[in-house]
């Protein structure tokens, strides 16, 4: 008996361990070798190839593509049709199999519908890609990043509201009140 739910559309290959009380919905494919930490959910129609890893509670929206050589820290969340590639140079007729750029998306981020992380850049922890943005390049913790190629344009909180530091370089998120400093284009939450 299986710890976790797998609606009976999946498919689930062999060697693929999957966490307690995860969610895996209609037509979603779980290829060799997987890990899925616990809590997770997978959306319907979700590819996750080959020897990826994602963290506890990663939460993966319908459509979304995983492919090898992605790893996934805990709770990060990923939006509905999102990218992710594996290869910078692909070509149908080259077999490219075996040297897949490798990305990792931090603790917390959340990536936002349609985006497209291009393969090699990192995502550091409680980043915020939006909508249809398409990374090309890495990004830094708790950074907002919008558009076509993907630009900073400020700070999120890890509760994900838009940060506004003062002349201190200090900021509090209107939601939680935690208090974050930013130094040298570094932002760090602050201990209470």
């Not at 919905?25 to 020897?51: D, L, R």
């Not at 050589?69 to 140079?89: K, W, Y």
């Amino acid at each position: 008996m299986n710890d976790f739910f797998a609606h009976e559309t999946a498919v689930i290959d062999e060697g693929c361990s999957i966490g307690k009380g995860s969610k895996i919905w209609h037509f979603s494919h779980i290829m060799p070798n997987c890990t899925i930490g616990e809590k997770c959910n997978i959306g319907q129609n979700v590819v996750v190839s080959p020897e990826v890893v994602l963290g506890k509670n990663v939460k993966v929206q319908n459509n979304v593509s995983i492919y090898t050589g992605v790893t996934c820290e805990d709770d990060v969340f990923l939006g509905p049709s999102m990218v992710f590639t594996n290869v910078t140079n692909p070509r149908s007729a080259v077999n490219r199999r075996g040297q897949y750029t490798k990305t990792n998306v931090g603790k917390g981020a959340s990536i936002g519908a349609n985006a497209t992380i291009v393969c090699g850049h990192d995502i550091g922890k409680f980043a915020f890609i939006g909508a249809g943005a398409v990374v090309t390049k890495n990004v830094p913790a708790y950074a907002l990043v919008i558009g076509n190629p993907a630009k900073q344009t400020g700070w999120m909180s890890e509760y994900g509201h838009r940060l506004e530091f003062d002349q201190s370089g200090f900021a509090i998120c209107p939601e939680s009140q935690e208090k974050y400093h930013l130094v040298g284009g570094i932002v760090k939450k602050l201990k209470p």
